[in-house]
């Protein structure tokens, strides 16, 4: 076995106990975790069956399955990353959304406040 399927099995494996240990602690949401472990089995996936990765590779069209695993494990982390942009991009649109909000109550609270102050005065 080359050392490339070795070194990624270890990798998916150490960040398979990192997200589990950053979902218990708290640091990550049990929702944006599910994204990265998947891809993290996938990975281990693939690294412990040289069946399925030579089946990808003729899928794909190449001859070496630690190429095919690189190209698999690069795009299942950028489906990753693309889905975590979509959130980003929803996050700042309901903070922008959430700020408009603040800035009219705001607005119609110093208008009570003035309208209160001419009345009394």
Do not use: C
Not at 64 to 89: M, Q, T
Not at 107 to 117: A, G, H, I, Q, Y
Request: glycine content about 4%; overall charge positive.
């Amino acid at each position: 076995m080359d050392r490339l399927p070795l070194i990624m099995m270890a990798f998916s494996i150490g960040l398979i106990l990192v997200i589990l240990v950053s979902v218990r602690r708290e640091h990550i949401r049990v929702e944006s975790s599910v994204s990265w472990l998947a891809a993290a089995l996938v990975l281990l996936g693939l690294t412990s069956s040289q069946a399925a990765l030579g089946w990808i590779a003729k899928l794909i069209g190449i001859q070496d399955p630690v190429s095919a695993l690189l190209i698999v494990s690069g795009a299942v982390f950028l489906a990753v990353l693309y889905r975590l942009s979509l959130k980003l991009s929803q996050l700042k649109d309901s903070n922008i959304a959430l700020t408009q909000q603040l800035a009219i109550l705001e607005f119609r609270l110093n208008s009570l406040n003035e309208k209160n102050k001419e009345a009394a005065g």
